[in-house]
């Protein structure tokens, strides 16, 4: 009620001024009331309809006053009665050997009662024309047939790859009274989410840990685990000639923490084995670089991946200090033609025997982020990476850590793109379990999330936006009050009747 | 300063002229012969012989041949009809043009003086509240237009009780009534009416205002109260209907009763002759 009254007062305050104003503004005549007197009739329905003649546009606007504060404070709710239900269609839901946690879920939909007219029942599934998680909506349970029945007519009809909760979103927005989520586990809390869990299947899996370009072997190394899973697993190679897999011979080899695979050459493969696959588009991790500055000749020297000559990432060396903003300027200047941009920022310049003399005070010999003044590089000149660095702690090793986890910052993707122009989905590069897609001249890999397989570390709650319910109510309301206003802005104002 | 229309005097000349002039609305003054006064009109009073102090110009010369003997015949005094000019001093008359107003009585009141008219004046709210009576002969304007001059127009109008109150007390046969007819107490069935009445009704209409569609307060000047309208193409029409009710309501024809609608626009000369023609028809 506070609410409805805080969000009234706002919205009466300029009726309230206009029917100050208004007597001012109206106009004022002298004549005679002997042929008016009808205008003055006192009888209640005469009255009443002088009065609304006077005030109708008064009378509207507090209408729409009262209507929009009650809207606002949520009073009067379009919410439909309804409940939206969303069944998990991630690949978990159909693991394992026996009844899948899909058969448990219908069920439960079913047992529950969660099949009536009271909700509605959506599918939280893999778009692959989309490379996003989206919702389905499907008939109710009861509509389905037996659980297994309805397992299998899913299972067809939808890839069960990944479902990320956060694109139940929309159910929300459409204002459902409350969204159930069904789903075999939740990791973390689950927000406004109200979640149903049908228990997971257990069933031997094998994960990729990590693929990476080995520079001592001069190969590329996929490193794997195996869990309760004993099955041989077979590495594709795509033969871009066939537009196919063809199986491609290497020996699985053991390796701390897991099984590993060494491939010498680039190329897209596949690892699949039982009903899962991963794919991998293996490139060697070559930048061509150009350094400016001694201490960035240096890093382009040590880091395998960066080779001199090209101009894709510029490494450069800042000096800022006393006397240094000058050259600092120059080397700016640069700077602005190259696509990637990795500064260091030296703060001190000092003898030539001693070119970068560090204090520890400031940086305790450890690289660090820092801010350069804006004054430094304009409006437009943002570096990529900044590091705040001292020469002398070159030695220290995580220094060219930092620049690595830079230059080879692409990480697996696997819930989903956001949003990519022309992407388009590879059938024939494609898994099981696995999608690969063309987007911007390169292959881009969706391979299964982790938390399929692994129980995730708690995370911060997923963030839907409150239920707004159905605006068309009242937007209709509103539309109507408007109008009835206009219609006797036209009645009362027109000369046109 | 009040003016005069400058056509009074082709109005008043003209209409001596016109032939009508043989129906003037001459009365004598009392009915009973042994109070009538000798005057000058044809009606014969009687014959009598010649006494030495009468005027040698009344001897009947005709007689004299027949009988040889000085004979005087004399006649009954005649005069014209007295008007009474009734002048509505309410406040509502602020809402007309006071000039053509106070201009046309004062033109209507001298043409009537060159006809040889006697005038009452009396002005009114309401109650009877100054008048000036038996004003003759053209040289006496100056006292009519003293009287218009010294009108005020400020309280309230009550015209059946003030026409009663003449009624009663002037026994008026003619009486030309000004005013603006605004009074709510105002029956026009019920209007008293003289012998006969003239009716000069200086209107105006609502619409003169030119009002804007909108929220519109009239306050009248006589009562006071103040009347909150929507003014919308519904109650304009429903105006102009009453208006008319109202309008109409005075338009009745009846024996001794004219009726004449004054607006700001409306031209006087003509209005004077329409008058004049009624009044000797």
């Known amino acids: ?497 | 300063m009040i003016a005069i229309d400058p056509e009074c005097e082709a109005v008043s000349r003209l209409f001596s002229k016109k032939s009508v002039r043989a129906q003037y609305p001459v009365y004598v003054k009392s009915e009973n012969p042994i109070f009538k006064k000798r005057g000058t009109s044809f009606n014969l009073k009687n014959v009598r012989e010649y006494q030495p102090c009468d005027d040698l110009r009344q001897i009947d010369w005709k007689l004299y041949g027949r009988s040889d003997r000085y004979y005087i015949k004399e006649f009954y005094e005649e005069e014209n009809e007295r008007l009474f000019l009734l002048v509505d001093a309410s406040a509502s008359l602020g809402l007309f043009d006071l000039d053509y107003y106070r201009t046309f009585i004062a033109t209507l009141a001298t043409i009537f003086l060159k006809l040889h008219f006697t005038i009452n004046l009396i002005s009114f709210d309401y109650q009877p509240l100054a008048t000036c009576l038996n004003i003759k002969e053209e040289k006496n304007v100056s006292r009519l237009l003293g009287f218009l001059e010294r009108v005020r127009f400020e309280r309230r109008t009550d015209l059946v009780s003030v026409l009663r109150s003449i009624d009663a007390r002037y026994r008026p046969g003619t009486v030309f009534l000004f005013s603006d007819l605004f009074d709510r107490n105002l029956v026009s069935g019920r209007l008293p009416m003289f012998r006969r009445s003239f009716l000069m009704h200086f209107f105006t209409s609502l619409e003169e205002y030119r009002l804007e569609f909108g929220e519109t307060e009239v306050e009248d000047a006589e009562l006071g109260g103040r009347l909150l309208l929507s003014y919308n193409p519904s109650n304009r029409n429903r105006i102009r209907k009453l208006e008319s009710e109202f309008l109409q309501s005075f338009e009745r024809r009846g024996k001794g009763y004219h009726y004449y609608r004054m607006t700001r626009s409306s031209g006087r000369v003509p209005c004077y002759w329409r008058i004049l023609e009624d009044l000797y028809g």
Request: with cysteine; charged share 20%.
């Open chain 1, 1 to 497: 009620m506070v609410s409805f009254l805080s969000a009234l007062f706002p919205l009466l305050v300029p009726i309230l001024l206009i029917l100050i104003v208004r007597p001012k503004r109206r106009r004022r005549i002298r004549y005679s009331h002997t042929f008016l007197a009808p205008f003055q009739d006192n009888r209640l329905r005469d009255f009443l309809f002088r009065t609304f003649q006077l005030y109708y546009d008064v009378l509207c606007d507090v209408l729409l006053a009262v209507a929009l504060a009650l809207m606002l404070s949520r009073l009067l709710s379009f919410t439909p009665a309804k409940a939206a239900v969303c069944i998990d269609g991630s690949y978990s839901m159909l693991r394992g050997q026996g009844e899948a946690p899909l058969e448990r879920a219908l069920s439960l939909v079913l047992d529950r009662g969660l099949s009536s007219k009271s909700y509605r029942l959506f599918l939280l599934s893999f778009a692959p024309g989309r490379g996003r998680s989206e919702l389905f909506p499907l008939p109710a349970a009861s509509k389905l047939g037996s659980p297994s029945q309805a397992r299998e007519a899913l299972a067809r009809r939808f890839p069960f790859f990944s479902a990320e909760p956060s694109a139940l979103a929309p159910l929300f927005r459409q204002g459902f009274s409350k969204v159930i989520f069904v789903t075999d586990r939740f990791y973390g809390p689950a927000g406004d989410l109200e979640v149903l869990e049908v228990g997971e299947n257990r069933a031997g899996f094998f994960y990729p840990l990590s693929a990476a370009y080995d520079y001592a072997a001069g190969s590329f190394h996929i490193r794997f685990l195996r869990r309760d899973f004993q099955d041989p697993i077979a590495v594709e190679r795509f033969v871009e000639e066939e537009g196919r897999y063809r199986v491609f011979p290497v020996a699985e080899e053991a390796a701390a923490g897991g099984s590993l695979f060494q491939l010498a050459e680039e190329g897209t493969y596949r690892l699949s084995a039982r009903g899962l696959d991963y794919l991998f588009v293996l490139r060697k991790p070559v930048v061509r670089a150009t350094a400016v500055g001694d201490f960035s000749r240096l890093i382009l020297k040590a880091l395998p991946q960066l080779q001199e000559g090209g101009r894709e990432v510029l490494l450069a060396d800042i000096p800022y200090g006393r006397g240094g903003m000058g050259e600092a300027r120059k080397r700016m200047r640069l700077l602005e033609k190259a696509p990637r941009r990795i500064i260091s920022l030296l703060p001190e310049r000092q003898e030539e025997e001693s070119p970068y003399l560090q204090p520890l005070t400031r940086t305790l010999s450890q690289p660090c982020y820092a801010e350069l003044p804006s004054r430094l590089f304009g409006p437009s000149g943002e570096p990529d990476i900044l590091l705040y660095q001292s020469p002398r702690s070159l030695q220290d090793a995580q220094t060219p850590l930092l620049y690595l986890s830079y230059l080879d910052p692409e990480t697996p993707q696997a819930s989903g793109f956001r949003s990519l122009p022309g992407l388009r989905v590879s059938r024939e590069r494609s898994g099981v379990s696995s999608f690969a897609y063309e987007a911007g001249g390169r292959i881009l890999v969706l391979n299964l999330p982790p938390q399929e397989f692994f129980p995730l570390a708690a995370r911060e709650p997923p963030v839907f936006p409150r239920s707004q319910g159905r605006t068309w109510p009242g937007f209709l309301l509103l539309l109507l009050l408007y109008g009835a206003k206009t219609f006797l802005l036209y009645r009362f104002h027109s000369s046109g009747i």
